[in-house]
Nanobody
């Protein structure tokens, strides 16, 4: 059975940092393109960043320069380091693994507030 488990969310003050992790089981992790998405209640889930099996990365406008996506295939784990967090970054963050199939984690809440 495939499982993706996110961790590392929580409450942080504006300007602070968090590192999310996503650990997978049940897949050949190194074959998969990995992504972080986020979703605010009532809004569409949106891409945050992605990393290919070869390590190539892609960021969207709001994550470029503040967030860093990484993968450690030896640990079946992907990370999202988030710096300079803003209240607008408050959302549930999800990881996704895609290859010939797609799998999602259950999400982890990130709240940026003073």
């Amino acid at each position: 059975q495939v499982q993706l488990v996110e961790a590392g969310g929580g409450l942080v003050q504006p300007g602070g940092s968090l590192r999310l992790s996503c650990t997978a089981s049940g897949i050949v992790f190194s074959d998969y393109a990995l992504s972080w998405f986020r979703q605010v209640a009532g809004k569409k889930r949106e891409l945050v960043a992605l990393i290919s099996p070869t390590g190539a990365t892609h960021y969207v406008a709001f994550s470029e320069g503040r967030f860093t996506i990484e993968r450690d295939d030896s640990k079946n784990t992907m990370y999202l380091k988030m710096n300079s967090l803003k209240p607008d970054d408050t959302a549930v963050y999800y990881c996704r693994a895609s290859y010939h199939d797609t799998h999602w984690g259950q999400g982890t809440q990130v709240t940026v507030s003073s």
